[in-house]
């Protein structure tokens, strides 16, 4: 990487940091262009090389956020290939808990006020989409005749609400649990009745998800 690449990531990394400060303190729709290039110390002109306006650099943060999570939740997804039918999802709630705890003031942001409808959409995506890849490769062991009562997608689309509603609730009352055990509880809720709706009637104890 050359030094005027190492410089746009800077500068973009700076504004950033300077929306999500702001909309902790004032929110989204108060924010003005000017209030964010004073926040970074950088000029109207080096914003608007960058973007658009105030949304498209929203919708970047939000995006570099997502890959970040994608490539935490990539860290752990290929040790759980030989676990069982339920631990390929419940790696994947385990890892956003652990993200959210490491990145609470920024996830706190972008669950919730203005900017949430955007972000939750595409965190839930990339719940969806990883646990019903792992979900896929879990049930394929049923054998290829094997059709689930309720379809995959039904079922990771619930599992990817119900968590980031769990997760929003836990960041709002300011962590009352730590991560590990807010990951337990989710699954012991969770799983109890949601894996036989697959048509499995396994349920996880604390021994199974430890």
Do not use: C
């Amino acid at each position: 990487m050359n030094k005027y690449d190492r410089r746009v990531q800077r500068t973009r990394r700076n504004l950033r940091e300077a929306l999500f400060a702001l909309v902790r303190e004032k929110g989204y729709d108060a924010i003005t262009i000017e209030d964010i290039t004073n926040r970074a110390e950088l000029g109207r002109a080096t914003f608007y090389l960058h973007y658009h306006d105030k949304e498209s650099l929203l919708l970047e943060s939000i995006e570099v956020v997502a890959s970040d999570l994608i490539a935490q939740i990539d860290q752990v997804s290929p040790e759980v290939m030989d676990s069982s039918v339920h631990s390929g999802p419940n790696a994947v709630i385990r890892q956003v808990f652990q993200y959210a705890a490491d990145q609470s003031d920024l996830f706190r942001t972008i669950l919730r006020g203005e900017v949430a409808s955007r972000a939750t959409a595409r965190i839930q995506q990339i719940i969806r989409e990883t646990s019903m890849s792992l979900l896929q490769s879990r049930l394929a062991r049923l054998g290829p005749d094997y059709h689930p009562p309720v379809p995959l997608d039904v079922f990771s689309n619930y599992l990817a609400g119900a968590l980031l509603s769990f997760l929003a609730w836990w960041l709002d009352e300011d962590k009352p649990y730590t991560p590990d055990e807010m990951h337990h509880m989710f699954v012991r809720l969770f799983f109890g009745g949601a894996l036989s709706a697959l048509g499995i009637s396994q349920t996880p104890s604390l021994d199974d998800i430890n």
